[in-house]
C-alpha cells in the first residue's frame, strides 16, 4: 500500500469546514445514521442550487464531488447542519485515505450507488460490501488511534432483531455514561445490531490496563442490555460476544458466548471469554509464549489489582 499522504499533518482535536478548506485538504464525510438510511446534502451558488449529493447507506468516508468549490462547500447550510445535528461527521484525510485503500475506491460517487474504484467501476456489491466496511473501520482505527500489536473488534450483537438507540434508551443511557471514561486508545461503534469496540492487543507488552479497561465496558455494554430490557427497552433476544480481526484471507472472527437479560454476568466470565476467544485469532508468539499464555498473564495480573 502507498504511503498515506495525509499521516503527518497536525490535526485539531475538533475538526472544521473551515480548518480543512484553509488547508487545502479533501473533504469527507461519513454516514452516520442509525439505522442507516441515504442523505440528501443541499449545495447553492449565488441562491439558486448548484448540486445534490446523495450520501449512501454505506459506513466508508465519502468525498464530494471534485467540482464543489470550496466556497460552495463552505455555503452550504445543508452540509453543516448535517455535520450539527451528527447526521454527517466529517472524516480526517488521513483516515477516509487508509479506510479507502483498504476498500480498494477512492470515495467518489459513482452515481447513486456506493463509491467508485479507482478505475472508474462501482465499488463492491452487497456480497462483499460488509467485510470491505470491516476492512475500512479498521484501517481507519488503525491510522485515528495509532498502536502496536494487533487491533480487534470485539462486538456485542444481538441474537435477532436489533440493539442501537432507537429501541434500547435505557441502555445506551447506561451505555453513554460508561463511553464518558472510555480510553483514549479504544473506539466505540455504534450499528443496528449493536454496539463494537475497537481496540489493540498489545500481545508481550504491559498493556494490562488498556485490557481491564476494555473488559470493564464490554460487560457494563451486556449488563446494560438486561437492565434495559427489564425497564422496557424491545426487543429483548439475547446477546453475543464476538471477536474478529483481519487477516490476508479476511475477516476471522470467534462467537464466545452468549447472554439473556436474566443471566448473570461477571467481568470475571467476560475476561475469560476475551481471553480464549483472542488467543485462538492471534498468531503465537515463539520468543515469549502463545498468544494466550501472554493474554491470561496480562488479564489476570489485571483483575488481582
Not at 128 to 141: L, N, Y
Not at 239 to 246: A, F
Amino acid at each position: 500500500m502507498d504511503k498515506n499522504p495525509y499521516a503527518d499533518i497536525a490535526y485539531p482535536k475538533h475538526l472544521t469546514l473551515e480548518w480543512l478548506v484553509s488547508k487545502g485538504l479533501p473533504i469527507y464525510v461519513r454516514n452516520m445514521t442509525r439505522p442507516r438510511g441515504s442523505i440528501a446534502v443541499n449545495f447553492m451558488q449565488a441562491n439558486v442550487r448548484a448540486k445534490v449529493v446523495k450520501i449512501p447507506r454505506t459506513n466508508l468516508p465519502i468525498h464530494f464531488d471534485r467540482q464543489l468549490s470550496p466556497e460552495i462547500l463552505l455555503d452550504s447550510e445543508d452540509l453543516r447542519q448535517c455535520v450539527r445535528m451528527g447526521v454527517l461527521e466529517l472524516v480526517r484525510p488521513d483516515v477516509a485515505w487508509a479506510e479507502l485503500a483498504v476498500a480498494g475506491t477512492d470515495g467518489v460517487l459513482a452515481g447513486d450507488g456506493f463509491p467508485r474504484e479507482p478505475g472508474g467501476q462501482d465499488a463492491a456489491g452487497p456480497q462483499t460490501a460488509w467485510e470491505h466496511d470491516f476492512h475500512a473501520r479498521m484501517a481507519g482505527f488503525e491510522a485515528a488511534v495509532p498502536g502496536t500489536g494487533t487491533s480487534v473488534s470485539v462486538k456485542v450483537r444481538v441474537t435477532s432483531g436489533c440493539f442501537h438507540r432507537e429501541h434500547s434508551p435505557r441502555a445506551y443511557e447506561m451505555i453513554d455514561r460508561w463511553l464518558q471514561a472510555t480510553p483514549d486508545r479504544c473506539r466505540f461503534e455504534e450499528h443496528e445490531s449493536g454496539p463494537e469496540l475497537l481496540v489493540w492487543v498489545a500481545v508481550g507488552t504491559a498493556a494490562i490496563t488498556l485490557a481491564k479497561s476494555v473488559i470493564d465496558l464490554v460487560t457494563a455494554i451486556i449488563k446494560a442490555r438486561a437492565d434495559g430490557v427489564r425497564h422496557g427497552d424491545h426487543p429483548s433476544d439475547p446477546v453475543e460476544l464476538i471477536v474478529r480481526v483481519t487477516s490476508e484471507k479476511g475477516v476471522r472472527e470467534e462467537r464466545l458466548v452468549r447472554f439473556s437479560a436474566s443471566d448473570s454476568v461477571t467481568g470475571t466470565q467476560v475476561g475469560r471469554a476475551l481471553t480464549e476467544g483472542i488467543s485462538k485469532l492471534l498468531p503465537p508468539r515463539p520468543e515469549t509464549g502463545t498468544a494466550s499464555s501472554i493474554l491470561s498473564r496480562s488479564w489476570s495480573r489485571s483483575w488481582r489489582r
